[in-house]
């Protein structure tokens, strides 16, 4: 059929205009903003809840099989090492013990500490656990390098002799082209570059230069990796994981052991959070899905392999740290010039660019350049994490912009206005500021500062940018309405959190104007048919729009039934409020209806096409929207202490069509804490001497608990930007991206002393303070 | 005399109202393990196996505590399960009506929920989902405890669950509907039925199998039955809290042979505040020793506002935290600033030993092999003297102090008369800064003293670099609590914490405080 063409109404609050979009002729016609829709966007409670605060909800860490063993690994001590020999055998005969496997093997280097060794299958954990002990394995230890700086020296030891492959998965930005070469341990990354960015420095009357630093963070999901295998005969498997990614689990299951992809059934009913790091059935820094999986054959018997905290924190992804050489030029009281040279550390893998803040954020600067570098080191291999590159570029880029707006005295939120093209995201600022009381609060932090009080307080603002990259034809949705009055929608996707499940019903129960308790969702599992990973902020937008056109087909079906009982033309039949349908005088209740579906369903299955467009901005060099959002934080220092606490912070975002305004501010309080933690308290520490983490647990690595909680405002500005049916994209990513740069920025103006390093701890701030605080010298 | 009992008792506990007898298990086999394990109930998670998440918080009523039995929110992770002898364990299974059954992904749409569920479910409390069970049982026990009337007590209630997809905003609005409900239920029934004290006491041998040794784990009910013990096993550990020997097994897999709880002798759960003196019993719990103090002690009560979580304090014990005598243990500051005075006890009788000599060196203490530490006596500081006390982390909640110190003057006629500044953090085992003190005896109290004096810290201490703060760091913030000591309490001799959370660790929490 040929495509067709539609015009929608398009745009944000006060910028709506009509656009011309073409669509595939089985498409639905899209809701844009002259919709008016009675379930999507209102205020629906997450279906699972009461499953979750009963305890029936059940993660992969709960599943019990009969029969069941319990995988242990043996880890590498060693943060580099060759393997000389490999006894497993005294582990054999241990109590319980029915399965032992070398994971490496002699000639094997080993290049981070942590990474797999040997494993066991035992009826107990406890068992596994020391059986593991018996295992003997010969080293020779290898020089070894675990910090970043130290890595890119002449002389240090190389972690990988030979180029090596990345890794990808559905967490990272689509669209990266290809690294560069190898020198010693540092690779390039794509450049970019506008203008010409050597000459603009040059030419700029102000020049800011600095460094900035960003640490290691952990995903700290508080549901570690794991699986359980269960081979059911020689040639296929049912795999339950704790992933955001069903579809990339059966597919690496199958690549494995040769098995079909369709013999993987992989069910993720619920899991504990993944933030990125839980993608493939292995994760980044240990091959769990080949460890179960092998141990299982061997033992003909299920087996689980859970991580306990210390191997999550050590093999199972984080997010790279960086150090970030940024010189800016102002020119007039303008910018002029962006020039970032970053390099970073994602261990023993690869990805550790900064994102796309620089280069795209304030592109009415024209010269701008980032050229960035992954640095390999022997830590635990990074992965993506909750917009990978983007908090750390963010950090970088708006700090050292406040910084150069101090030079040339210009207020910092004119400056970001004055270069920011993105026509919403330039209201966002505007509103945002005017509800945050942005001059005010700046006064008032001149005023603390002058003062020279013990206790300061500060202000800052930073940008967001992230696309929606909303996947066309990757999630099959099926919709069937049963003769009992039910609709029921499949789709194999897993739920991390962000409650897609109770999203696609309302799409369902919008569609057919039926109450939500008639709707029942499928999902978690790789037989209700294929989907998307939960990364890159592209569930919903993937998701809903091949739901809904699912839904739409099955209508069209039981419209022409309606019309058969009412023996009007299926043109004719009206729907009222309670799927009740009308035509020729009579009419039908959705019930009764029902009953008149020839067998046992009427069912339709639909994908989604490719984004059809992209109001009012492009993310750049691509067809996709490019979404925008602006937060403001307010933090209050203790200059005696140099303890910082994140007061307020106001997130103001968009993310296309509100679905569900509750779930959606639940994504946007939980990216601002996650931020707020990165800021002030995650990070990773690697012993130089030794070559491991010292602190790979939650007592010594911290995350933010409920009493740091910064009051969280959130502001909403919907926009209908034409992408696909629904009119949802993402924001997982989107509010996590500058809540620790505007948060600096905030430390900045309190002190008047920048803290160029992450996390902002009490000593970063005494040090940057000097000696005495907060009195006179 | 030898600790008479049978040759073998089982482990008899109640879970979820249904008795359970256990008898085939490693003493130092956790409640979570055995829980998650044979008794079926995988509602309650593991998010650490440390004390550190909340992911395995249940509820166990203690029918020992102050006023009278009540539930206590606990790591379930860290206990022993040994230690639920005789008590009743309430899982998040037992909430709603139909707790039990796995009812899939459209299993329940919430009739017989317990009020706190209905209030999660409502304040859209769970993303992933994983932290919700032990958020709920933490929830319980704020439904019924009868003095959360404050916001900060919320947060302080709720500050043992971490959650990784941060609903911590429509978790406290939930906590803040259910707060001291009380509703007139089945828990509060089952509350009202248990008597008085049933500490039950044990004697339970583990036979060791295929490669796993012999454990032995005993509850006596009297001192003299310790010792007897003590007498016979030379290896013998105490535990209470289990919060801190807990680690030992779920960190380095420690099979303990031989252990004791001390929970089943009555007179090491004595609080006791008379005629200006405080006695404070060994196994007293430090949320008791929290509320104990709130009004009546605050430097106490302020070192304990930020120790741990709900969940430790209501385990951790006063014993446990001065015996394991860790460098940065919060309570040892508190008592050498206040001049307590050490009581411990062996068959022999009882030894009094001033606090300053407690402690002997990195992790070791002045007990004497056959003794155990019994309470802790300390005068209430007099009406002249000046206290305050810090505790310097990063995180409000569950983070060890990078400094902790408890800061005393006696001052009279405006001039230091005695000076008593006692730090953790800063030595191998917690101590006084000598030299601080001795530059402010004699000074005038002003804010130039303080000033002055702060700048001896370095002939006090030579602190150590780790990851929770480095040397420099540590002697600076030190020195700054001391100038900060003056300010702190020139409104209020012993001021207590603000309400609100503020970035200060001292007192006013106005940022209008002004230093010309
Ligand atoms: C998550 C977490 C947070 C924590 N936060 C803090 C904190 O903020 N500040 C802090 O100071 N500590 C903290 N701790 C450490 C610990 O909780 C405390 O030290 C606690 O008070 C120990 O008490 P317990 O009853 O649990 O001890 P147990 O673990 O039962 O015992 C600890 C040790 O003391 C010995 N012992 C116990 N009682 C006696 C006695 N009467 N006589 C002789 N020996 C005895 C035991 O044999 C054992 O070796 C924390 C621990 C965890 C897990
Ligand atoms: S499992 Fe984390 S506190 Fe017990
Ligand atoms: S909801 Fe995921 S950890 Fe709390």
New binding site residues.
Partial sequence: MADRKQTLRLGFEGHLRKVDVTLPATEATPWDADSKLEIVGTEVPRLDGHLKVSGRAKYTFDVALPGMLWAAVLRSPHPAARIESIDVSKAEGQPGVKAVLAVAKPGDTLRFAGQDVAAVAAERPEQARDALALIEVRYTPLPFVVDTEGAMRDKAPRVHEAPITERRTEGDEPGKAKAGGMQGNVRALPPNERGNVDKALRESDVVHEATYVTQVQTHSALETHGVLVRWDGDQSMTVWASTQGIFSVRDEMAEVFGLAPSKVRVITEYLGGGFGAKFGASAPGSRLGFIAGELSRLARAPVKLMCDRHEEHVCTGNRPDSRQAVALGGRRGKLHAIDVVAHGTAGIGTGAGVGRNAFSLYTRCPNARVRAHDVFTNGGPGTAMRAPGHPQGAFALELALDELAAKMGVDPLKLRLDHDEHPLRSMQLRQGAERFGWDELRKRSAQLRSRNTRVRKGVGVASSLWGDFGRANAAVATCSVLRDGTIELKNGVQDIGGGIPTVIAQVGAEVFARPLSTIRVRYGDSDYGPSVGSGGSTTTSSVTPAVRNACEQARVALQELAAKQLKVPAGEVRWDGDGTAHGGGGSITFGQLCKKIDGEAIVATATRPATYGHEPMAFPGSKFYQIAGAQFAEVEVDTWTGVVRATRVLAVHDCGRVMNPLTLRSQINGGVIQGTSYALMEERVLDGDLGRMLNPNL?SYKILGARDVPEIEVMLTEVHTGANNTGAVGIGEPATVPTAAAIACAVYDALGVPVRSLPITPAKVLEALGMIPGRPA | MRYAGPDMDAVLLHVNGEAREVLDVSPTTTLLEYLRGPAGLSGTKEGCA???CGACTVVVIDPDAPGGPRFRAVNSC?LLLPLLHGKHVLTVEALSQHGGQHGGQHGGDGPGHHPVQQALVAALGSQCGYCTPGVIMSMFEACYRGDLDAPWKLDDQMCGNLCRCTGYRPIREATQQIAGLRPDDRFGAALAEVGPSTSATLRYAFEGRGGTPSQSFWIPGTLSELWDLMDAHPEL???????????DVTKKGERFPALAS?QAIAE?RRLEHADGRWSIG??VR?ADLEDATAQALPPMARMLRF???RQ?KN???V???L??A?P????APVLLALDATMVVAGRSGERRVPAGEFFVSYRSTA?RPGE???RVELPDPPANARVVAYKVSKRRE????AVAAALRVDVDGGVVTAARLAFGGMAATPARARAVEAALVGQPWSQASCDAAAERIGDDFTPMSDHRGSAWYRATVAGNLVRAMFDDTSQCAMPGLPDRPTSMVGTAGSSSVHHP
Avoid: K, P, Q, Y
Avoid at chain 2, 237 to 247: C, I, Q
């Fill in positions: 007592e | 440390e004390g550190d860290l550990r105490l535990v209470v809290g289990a919060t801190d020997l807990g680690l001390l090491l060994a196994t430090l120790f741990g979580s430790i385990s951790a014990t014993g446990g935290n015996c394991n860790s940065i243990g919060d309570l007990l155990l530490f019994v569950m983070d060890i102090s």
